[in-house]
């Protein structure tokens, strides 16, 4: 029978907080079209001529303020998945990082090397942007064509809504939910309004009514829809009215317009409107990393009691939790099963 593995993708990290580790990490991340998508001149020069040149030195800084002895947050909790994973099933799983290393191409010669010829790809991102699901998967297909022509990858698809996941992440807001809050923030990475359009071919999202509201499948490319729906179908499950929830994105980067609302505007002015007491949680990421333990947990925290904020409450991300590894076995069986059927 035809041996199967399971590659488990990520985004990845710098090799160290080093100031020219980050520059160079950044510099593959920013120079990606799906991340940043001008004309290669423009984004050449928006990269390399002007993020590059201040970036890395604040980056690292940030890194340094969550880096742990074994290496980048990130990095750490992924390679805990594995195991925990590796402990479940009978295939080879491997992990590989969209960007830096391991790298996708590493993590599919490791199959490979296992004598795997039939891979379950799976992006650990529960929503399909084209920043995430789409080049992971554009790179991955790049990556077989020219150097595994005879291996087959099925991919696993996004997850956002699907019951036994929303179940699990609802359970592990549950568990760790104050007893006493005056809302619950969702705060889910941004991308800039632009790509929305882009990859949502049904082009009927509009922003101020976003198209979640519908339910209709023709809208699960819209990015901002998806974190909408994951939202409402936790808060279903927690039996939370509307009114002690607030969404919003996080991360934005340079002058272009992302999806609102904003995270930073939004911790800086709710206090002012009587809601002081506060719990976060980011479920657009399922591993914590630099955007949730420093830009939410440190910054986010610094920004909300500065306005008047008085309890700040961060939520962790699924990290290892074995029920998210359950969750993952399951999307992963799916998978497996398609390579029957071909
Ligand atoms: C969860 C999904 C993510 C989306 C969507 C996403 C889009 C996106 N990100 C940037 C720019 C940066 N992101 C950075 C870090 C970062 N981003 C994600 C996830 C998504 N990004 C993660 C998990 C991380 C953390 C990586 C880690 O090592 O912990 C960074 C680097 C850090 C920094 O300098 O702030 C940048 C830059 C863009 C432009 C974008 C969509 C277009
Ligand atoms: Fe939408
Ligand atoms: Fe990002």
Redesign the pocket.
């Known amino acids: 029978m035809t041996k199967k593995g399971i590659l488990l993708i990520?985004?990845?990290?710098?090799r160290s907080t080093a100031v020219k580790d980050?520059k160079e990490?950044?510099d593959e991340?920013?120079m990606d079209e799906k991340?940043?998508?001008y004309r290669w001149i423009f984004r050449a020069l928006l990269v390399q001529g002007i993020i590059l040149k201040t970036?890395p030195a604040?980056?690292a800084e940030?890194?340094k303020t969550?880096w742990t002895e074994e290496g980048?947050?990130?990095?750490v909790i992924t390679k805990k998945v594995q195991q925990k994973l590796q402990n479940l099933v009978d295939i080879p799983v491997e992990i590989g990082m969209r960007y830096a290393e391991p790298s996708i191409e590493m993590g599919i010669s490791n199959l490979v090397e296992k004598g795997v010829k039939q891979i379950v790809l799976f992006p650990l991102?529960p929503?399909y942007?084209?920043?995430?699901t789409e080049t992971v998967i554009e790179k991955a297909e790049e990556i077989r064509k020219q150097k595994f022509p005879d291996v087959r990858i099925n991919y696993v698809q996004p997850f956002y809504n699907r019951d036994f996941y929303i179940d699990c992440l609802a359970e592990s807001i549950r568990e760790k939910l104050p007893e006493n809050f005056d809302a619950l923030l969702f705060s889910?990475?941004?991308?800039?309004e632009r790509?929305i359009y882009k990859t949502d071919p049904t082009k009927t999202c509009n922003m101020n009514d976003c198209c979640y509201k519908d339910h209709h499948p023709s809208h699960a490319f819209c990015?901002r829809h998806q974190c909408f729906s994951t939202t409402e179908q936790v808060i279903r499950k927690l039996g939370l009215s509307k009114d002690k929830v607030i969404v919003s994105f996080q991360?934005r980067?340079?002058k272009d317009k992302w999806i609102e609302p904003y995270t930073d505007h939004t911790l800086e002015t709710i206090p002012g409107k009587g809601i002081k007491k506060i719990a976060v949680v980011c479920p657009?990421?399922v591993?914590d990393?630099?955007?949730t333990l420093e830009?939410i947990s440190v910054e986010g925290q610094a920004q909300f009691l500065d306005a008047g904020g008085k309890d700040f409450n961060y939520i962790p991300c699924l990290n290892d939790d074995d029920r998210w590894i359950e969750v993952i076995r399951t999307l992963c069986e799916e998978q497996l099963e398609q390579f029957y059927f071909l």
């Open positions: 990520n985004l990845g990290s710098p980050v990490y950044l991340f920013l991340v940043i998508d970036r604040k980056s940030a890194y969550v980048s947050p990130l990095i991102y929503h942007a084209m920043s995430t889910y990475h941004g991308v800039p790509h990015y991360s980067l340079g657009a990421f591993s990393c630099l955007e830009e």
